[in-house]
Structure formats: C-alpha cells, structure tokens
C-alpha cells in the first residue's frame, strides 16, 4: 500500500490509499481542484481514482465530491443515512454497512460517534498490511478495540487539547461541550490513550490527524502521544509519528 495525506483539519480532509488494484480517496473534504492539483503532484492522475469512502456528511469531508464525481465517475462508498444528510448529486453511490471485498482488498466500516448521521472510520487490509483512518469522533465503542490492534499505519484523530480549547474566549460555551462530548472529537489524551492501546509490532507509522488549529497545536499532539507511550513502556520510534496538516500533503507512506 502507499498513502498519502492530502489535507487534515477542520477546513478539508482527504487522504489517498493505493492497493494492488486500487486507488481510493477518503473522503473529499476540500475542493475538487485541491485534490486533483495534490494528487498530480505524485504524479497520480484523478481519473485513476476509482473508489471514494465517506466518513459522515460534514462539509470538511465531502466539499469537492459533486465535483470529482461528475468528472472522474468514481465509485462513491457510504450508508443511506450519509447520502441523506449530506443531499450529494451523485448516481455511482455504492452502500456499505458492513465489510465488503475488493479482489485483495477487504474494508471494514467503524461506527464513530459523531454528531452526524451514520458516522464511519474504516480499516483497509490487504495481504498483511493494513491502515486504520478514524478522525471525527468523541469515543471508541471498545467492540472495535480488538479489532483495531496491531495495524501497520494509524491515520488517528488528536483534535484538541482540552486546556487550550476551555481557555479560548472565542468559543461559545455550548460549542466547548460539543467538541468534548461523546459526540464530539477526540482530545490529545484520548487519542493517546487510544493509540496507546492499539498499536503493536506491525505499526510503522501514526499520523495524528484533524487537528485544531484553534485550539491545538503540534508540538502539544505530539507531547500527548509520546508521553503516554513512555509511561506505558512502549518503544516507538517518535521519527515514525507524523502531524498532519490543514493545507499541505504528508506522504508519501510505503507499507
């Protein structure tokens, strides 16, 4: 597999997986014209793009899919509820609730919990190497904890540092309690806790994802991380852990 990060945060997410017979977008979160520009930068042409996955309805995730989708005609993946909501103009939608295979491909949909209908992480396995992508969410059921162990690359929420985002006088208390609910995003604490839990011999790559730029930064994402893993004895090399940005690709990553 070879993944590239072409945008994380609360302005447009998009990340790009390729596979032995594919290559997928997750989610289309920024414009059309962003993803096609970032993706020729690899030299990777967007009509070879043939299958998309929606995580939920919000508009960092599926800004430029009307878009891609009336050029490039790929298949688009979601639920019903997702479509519903997010009232796209698009006739390849493909539904998916449970874990589908494509030749050597198999990908398996994560509920998240989320304030938005139907919300989705995924895992992608194929021929022993697998990517987690989970962003947009308040907890993990731990239903999935067993079966989020042990994969090769995490693509993981670390939203906000709780401080920072109650210190912020430019947030209206009710949007505070959002973002810190069930409903809401991951804190750096919760991302570590849960990364700290998940990852295993086979890891050889985290990168923390939708960050805040408000009410997070970096270095504190990082610091998190790093520290949880040293008091649990965990040896990761930290060179392996990346940040993900709002206006810039990070990739590319071989597996």
Not at 152 to 159: C, P, V
Not at 189 to 197: I, P, Q
Request: no cysteine; charged share 20%; glycine share 4%.
């Amino acid at each position: 597999m070879r993944v590239i990060v072409l945008s994380s945060g609360s302005k447009g997410n998009s990340v790009y997986i390729e596979t032995n017979n594919h290559r997928i977008l997750v989610d289309i979160g920024t414009s059309s014209l962003y993803v096609e520009r970032s993706l020729k930068n690899y030299n990777i042409d967007p009509k070879t793009i043939d299958s998309i996955f929606i995580t939920h309805a919000h508009t960092d995730h599926i800004a430029g899919i009307n878009v891609f989708s009336k050029k490039y005609h790929p298949d688009i993946y979601l639920t019903e509820k997702i479509e519903k909501e997010a009232k796209l103009n698009i006739v390849n939608q493909v539904y998916i609730n449970k874990p589908i295979i494509l030749d050597t491909l198999t990908i398996t949909p994560i509920k998240t919990s989320h304030d938005a209908a139907d919300s989705h992480g995924y895992l992608f396995e194929e021929n022993g190497t697998s990517v987690v992508y989970i962003t947009d969410t308040g907890y993990i059921n731990s239903k999935y904890h067993l079966l989020l162990q042990n994969h090769s690359m995490y693509i993981f929420e670390s939203n906000h540092d709780v401080e920072k985002l109650m210190n912020n006088t430019k947030y209206p208390h009710y949007l505070k309690m959002r973002i810190i609910s069930d409903k809401g995003h991951l804190s750096n604490k919760d991302s570590a806790y849960y990364l700290s839990n998940f990852i295993g011999d086979k890891t050889k790559y985290i990168v923390l994802a939708h960050l805040s730029e408000e009410n997070n930064d970096p270095e504190l994402a990082l610091e998190s991380l790093t520290s949880t893993l040293k008091s649990k004895n965990i040896n990761f090399v930290s060179d392996n852990i990346y940040i993900a940005k709002q206006n810039e690709t990070l990739g590319v990553f071989e597996l």
